[in-house]
């Protein structure tokens, strides 16, 4: 018969003399340890299986408790126990159906453990968990999430001013959790929150803008440097196809003299058919490209040398850009969407800016791509299409 304790495993100590406390699962002959997610400053606070001498002591001893009645429900559920090894012992109580009843905040960190994700999307989801467990406890049981949780969220954003995309966003993020808990087969929600919840309206940034305008921009006269980069960068954003301030610092283009070839950052994490962007540099991006060439093939823009301070410069002189070329407003994603929308009215495919763009494309997405494949020809055209009707 499995004898189950809670115990400390001198060598096991953490840094600084801190103990992990494990739940010990004796049988036949053998012994393994389960951690615990309870953790004492040295071996004084543990003695006779019990935390001591602490303020806390009580609350930490309730959840070995409850962890020890957890396993030793699961092995009275088990049939032949004693056929078992206690390694096999150990995997069959770990991964019954009394360990599937998961916190918001344990779902949250076994996702974030093993989710493929990029470090800015992996950041945003920190954010998102942030605000959501401002609302709710984080030890919330996930099947605890109801349609109430959902619209009491939604409020609580509301009056703090998130916008209509933010509050989206970070509900969306539940519906993530909710979704991966259900593969891991975690105890989920007995009815699905989000079915007859409707999600707020995502608002789409009309930010493009027209030929004329873009025109307007590129012959601008900047007195500063720091309009003349934010212009530069733009007009180079625009001639590259709207790729991303990121993409466009890591392209080495000592090596990307004629083709410009990336994989773009937001979704190289991503089951996508068009794994990376590629098309004829444009001579209308040439000049610029040499402007600001590095010795290392990047570039380089003196105290704007990166994404953080480009992002900086943008908002600090992209309205000084925007009062020169004579537009109310500016921002630098208007060069992505012009270039798609223009793009887009000149007849370009929609396959083919997908391209051009970066974006995830996939067989489920659409059935089209199943047979079809944009060449970087067909992006060079297009490109070649859209400056040619800058000029």
């Not at 995997?91 to 470090?119: G, L, P, Q």
Request: proline letters at 3%; aromatic letters at 10%; glycine letters at 6%.
């Amino acid at each position: 018969m499995a004898t189950i304790r809670t115990v400390i495993v001198p060598t096991k100590a953490l840094k600084g003399g801190r103990h992990k406390v494990r739940i010990s699962i004796a049988h036949n002959g053998q012994t393994r340890y389960i951690p615990t997610n309870v953790i004492i400053d040295n071996v004084r606070e543990f003695k006779n299986g019990l935390v001591v001498g602490r303020g806390d002591a009580a609350y930490m001893n309730t959840k070995l408790r409850k962890l020890v009645q957890q396993y030793q429900n699961a092995i009275d559920e088990l049939e032949y126990v004693d056929g078992l090894s206690c390694p096999e012992l150990v995997y069959a109580i770990t991964h019954s159906e009394f360990n599937r009843h998961k916190t918001f905040k344990e779902v949250y960190e076994k996702y974030m453990e093993v989710a493929n994700i990029t470090d800015g999307t992996r950041k945003g989801y920190r954010g998102h968990y942030r605000c959501i467990t401002a609302f709710m406890e984080e030890n919330t049981l996930l099947e605890r999430i109801n349609h109430l949780t959902l619209a009491g969220l939604n409020k609580f954003m509301l009056e703090r001013g998130y916008t209509a995309n933010t509050r989206r966003d970070k509900l969306v993020f539940i519906m993530v959790l909710i979704n991966f808990a259900e593969r891991c087969r975690y105890a989920v929600p007995q009815y699905n929150p989000f079915i007859g919840y409707d999600l707020p309206a995502q608002e789409v940034r009309q930010s493009w803008l027209s030929v004329d305008e873009v025109r307007r921009i590129r012959d601008a006269e900047c007195p500063k440097r720091s309009v003349e980069i934010c212009r530069d960068v733009f007009m180079l954003s625009y001639y590259l196809g709207g790729i991303n301030v990121v993409d466009l610092l890591s392209v080495d283009f000592n090596e990307c003299k004629r083709n410009i070839h990336y994989i773009r950052s937001k979704t190289k994490n991503k089951p996508k058919l068009n794994k990376f962007v590629e098309f004829a540099i444009p001579d209308e991006a040439k000049p610029i490209i040499a402007k600001y060439k590095g010795g290392d093939g990047r570039l380089f823009f003196g105290d704007f040398h990166n994404r953080n301070r480009l992002h900086y410069l943008f908002v600090e002189h992209m309205k000084s850009l925007a009062e020169i070329a004579g537009l109310k407003y500016l921002i630098f994603y208007s060069a992505r969407k012009s270039f798609a929308q223009h793009a887009f009215q000149l007849g370009v495919s929609e396959s083919v800016v997908d391209y051009i763009l970066g974006h995830r494309v996939d067989k489920v997405s659409t059935a089209l791509y199943s047979y079809i494949s944009v060449t970087p020809k067909q992006a060079s055209d297009a490109v070649r299409m859209v400056l040619d009707n800058l000029r």
